[in-house]
């Protein structure tokens, strides 16, 4: 069942207060149409229309009233978070037009993780009215996908281990008639041997596995999605320090990500044969920890040399990738939380987006745009490829001095898919450090939406 469906409901002409969306350069004229009564309100509230601004109006009536709130000069997803946010709980409508893409805004405002709260505060829904009923259903099937990412970030990882991993997909794939398929403990050490050596520290009941789901008309284009599912990232023997370790419950949000995304494909019944792959493991220390120095033989069969054991994520995903392409897929998507560099270059709302084919990033950051899910591409720059070089392995996990971390991370993961096969891959923070209105600080989906959008217009449904 939906927990966002109902704040947008049809407009039948019910009672509802009003909002007002106003914007500085339309301050003046809105100001114009106000009764007098109402014009001296927001005169004396200050109202400017900046974003974030409000100001309730008077009716005429007692107890009748209408709010406005200021939004930014074009637009945006946002513009009614902050209203959901601040207005009780009823039944409203805007004063013009229909909220149209900032219903998932709207929606969104009403997230909670109160999961490991004792008291919950009790806010009641407010639902907006729309007259386009027909966008409902899908901005709450993101808005659902959204907080699903979010959830399973949050949760810590006593609560979200490997096993509860598994547990997610193998629910989805009962909701959806999906096969799935998982390759556990020692069994990996023979086809997945870096997904095993991550692994294979971590306590016999957070054994590392790869989850696989697949689903859809075989005769239908191969669609793969990868996620990484680090359940939580001590760093190995190369162990990180207290303030870097404090939020690794997140390193899975890559495979947050892919679950979601993979929902999404199979809600909307997308032509596609979607195969799911979630290397799932924790990163733990113990006597049998994967070593600096050590040399692992990867599922395609090149051998890399373990630099740095906190560079690890790379290793359970050239695996899965090596899997998914095994299959011919027309398209690769991957998810991961990979490097700190890319959150040094974009800071934490823009994931790193990388792409091998020109089409396929310029149509996925059209997508980005049309959708208001920003993405930045950043460059497989050849050139770099060199920082990899290992003196007695195929290559390195990681390149030396962090130059170009992101980059040299996604070059190692290149290496495992062939080049004749599209492929995108997610370097995102999945964590929103501070709040703003409809996105509360955690974790957060962050390229969903804009890949979604990109899945939708190439495969689309007849």
């Known amino acids: 069942m939906s927990r966002f469906a109902h704040l947008l409901q049809p407009d039948q002409g019910q009672e509802a207060r009003s909002i007002s969306l106003v914007s500085k350069s339309g301050l003046e004229d809105w100001l114009k149409s106000l009764p007098e009564r109402a014009r001296t309100a927001v005169l004396a509230d200050r109202f400017t229309g900046a974003p974030g601004d409000y100001v309730i ?5 007692p107890g009748e009233w209408s709010a406005a709130f200021g939004i930014g000069p074009k637009p945006g997803l946002w513009d009614l978070a902050a209203a959901a946010k601040a207005l009780p709980e009823g039944l409203y409508r805007l004063d013009q037009g229909s909220p149209g893409a900032a219903g998932l805004g709207w929606m969104l405002a009403h997230y ?4 490991f709260l004792s008291k919950t505060e009790t806010v009641g829904d407010r639902i907006l009215l729309t007259t ?9 099937r993101l808005a659902e996908a959204t907080a699903l990412v979010r959830d399973m970030v949050n949760c810590p990882a006593a609560d979200l281990g490997p096993a509860e991993i598994q547990a997610a997909i193998e629910q989805m794939a009962t909701d959806f008639d999906a096969q799935i398929s998982v ?5 990996l050490s023979t086809g997945f041997a870096m997904i095993h050596a991550v692994g294979q520290a971590a306590d016999r009941t957070r054994a590392p596995r790869l989850i696989e789901l697949e689903w859809g008309n075989p005769a239908n284009p191969r669609l793969a999605i990868v996620g990484k599912g680090v359940a939580f990232d001590t760093g190995g023997l190369n162990i990180k320090t207290g303030g870097f370790m404090r939020q690794m419950k997140k390193d899975m949000g890559g495979a947050a990500h892919a679950i979601a995304l993979a929902k999404l494909v199979m809600e909307a019944r997308l032509p596609v044969r979607l195969h799911l792959l979630v290397p799932a493991v924790e990163n733990a220390i113990s006597a049998n920890a994967l070593r600096p120095g050590d040399i692992l033989k990867s599922r395609k069969g090149t051998t890399v040399e373990i630099d740095n054991t906190d560079a690890e994520g790379r290793l359970i995903l050239g695996d899965a990738l090596a899997k998914a392409s095994e299959d011919h897929p027309d398209l690769i998507l991957d998810f991961a ?6 959150r040094v270059a974009l800071g934490p709302d823009l994931p790193a987006m990388f792409a091998n084919h020109e089409d396929l990033a310029a149509a996925l950051l ?3 745009a049309d959708v208001s899910d920003p993405c930045w591409r950043m460059p497989l720059w050849d050139r770099y490829d060199d920082m990899l070089k290992s003196d007695i392995a195929d290559m390195v996990n990681s390149a030396e001095g962090g130059m170009a971390g992101c980059v040299t991370a996604a070059l190692f993961l290149r290496r495992f ?3 004749a096969i599209q492929w995108v891959h997610f370097d995102t923070f999945a964590w929103r450090p501070t709040a703003s209105p409809g996105r509360p600080k955690g974790g957060e989906a962050m390229g969903l939406r804009a890949s979604f959008e990109l899945l939708k217009r190439r495969y689309p449904v007849d």
């Open 57 to 61: 109006l008077p009716g005429d009536r």
């Open 112 to 115: 909670r993780y109160d999961r």
């Open 132 to 140: 386009e009923p027909g966008l409902i259903a899908e901005q709450a």
């Open 183 to 187: 390759t556990r403990g020692d069994d």
């Open 337 to 342: 939380t990979l490097t700190g560099a890319a």
């Open 366 to 368: 059209q997508a980005s």
């Open 417 to 419: 898919v062939p080049e």
